[in-house]
């Protein structure tokens, strides 16, 4: 489903000097498989996601999709990649204002299905995320946990085959991070989606079937005890 070859990005700092953040990343994500990427903070794990979402060309290597080059892509391949291939949960938590959370959530369905069908595909997932009670809310009646859930639940709406998440779980309690990751991962199994979580959680390990760390351009095998061990496969 996505494969990455020898990424590498260099930034241009403010002082003058190049910083680079990836420095020849390849890896694989298939049908089905979650994969979590740990790094410190500034260690690049949001220029990759921003790379493989086509939003930012790397310097040099490749983003294949089902064995094409993002790069290759004319605009309206593009766009079919970012609207209905690409489930991407930034770290933003920009919701529209004026609008309700389940306005919010069914976005990404304009132009796909009717506004009421979008409601009914919605619906299920936000009440799987624990926002029942909170449809009608608008973003400024929502708690930052809450806002997060419901770009997860406007980035599942879609059913993409791949999907991107960038840190969902950073403003959710222990409680609520488990359901959720519990979630992805059981939509990884039940819906064969390719899945690339980047969290800071050691309990998501867990969840996934490969864990990576990004550290200095490069990625090791993540391990709790940083002895380059596997994470253990979920069962
Ligand atoms: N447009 C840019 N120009 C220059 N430097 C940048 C730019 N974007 C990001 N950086 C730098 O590149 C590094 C990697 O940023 P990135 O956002 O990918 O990190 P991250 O691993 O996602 O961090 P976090 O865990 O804090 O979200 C950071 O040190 C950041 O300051
Ligand atoms: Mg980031």
Known sequence: MLELRQLAKTYASGGGELLTVLD???MSVQPG?????YGPSGSGKSTLLNIIAAIMPPDSGAVLVDGRDTATFDDQEASHYRKRQLG???QSLDLIPGISAIENATLKLIGVCSAR???????PIMERLGLADRLKNHP????AGERQRVLLAR??????????ADEPTGN?????????????????????????LVTHDPAAAAFADTAHE???GRLTAYGPQSNGAVAPRRS
């Not at 400024?140 to 708690?143: F, G, K």
């Open 140 to 143: 400024d009646q929502l708690s």
């Open 88 to 90: 991407y949960i930034n």
């Open 214 to 216: 990004l550290s200095n």
């Open 172 to 196: 959710l309690d222990i409680q609520r991070s488990q359901e959720v990751l519990a979630l992805l991962a059981s939509l990884c199994d039940e819906r064969d989606v390719a899945m690339l």
């Open 33 to 37: 498989e979650l994969v979590a990427l």
């Open 117 to 123: 069908e979008a409601r009914r595909r919605v619906t």
């Open 24 to 26: 020849g990343i390849s």
């Open 155 to 164: 980035a599942l709406a879609t059913e993409p085959r791949l999907i991107l």
